[in-house]
Nanobody, 119 residues
């Protein structure tokens, strides 16, 4: 079984920064892709940023230039550095990974971490 555990959320003032971390653990061969999604109250879950096994990245337009995703393959960890935070960034942030197990790929979600940006 594969688990994702997020950390680093919290309350910050507009213009501030936070860094989220997500650690993957359990039985898997490799992480194909890993990233972050967020869900604000009353809204659908949306992509924030993803990073592939070779390091290719993809960002939502709303966070480009402010957020940076990175991964440490040796630690099975992905980070999301969030700068110049805005109140509209307030949401529960979820880590998501596509991991390869013996004969297939599996989609896994973390439990989420709350990010609140005050104006």
């Amino acid at each position: 079984q594969v688990q994702l555990v997020e950390s680093g959320g919290g309350l910050v003032q507009a213009g501030g920064s936070l860094r989220l971390s997500c650690v993957a653990s359990g039985r898997f061969l490799s992480i194909v892709a890993i990233g972050w999604y967020r869900q604000a109250p009353g809204k659908q879950r949306e992509l924030v940023a993803t990073i592939g096994s070779a390091g290719s990245t993809n960002y939502a337009d709303s966070v480009k230039g402010r957020f940076t995703i990175s991964r440490d393959n040796a630690k099975n960890t992905v980070y999301l550095q969030m700068n110049s935070l805005k109140p509209e960034d307030t949401a529960v942030y979820y880590c998501n990974a596509v991991v390869r197990v013996v004969a297939k790929s599996v989609d896994v979600w973390g439990q989420g971490t709350q990010v609140t940006v005050s104006s």
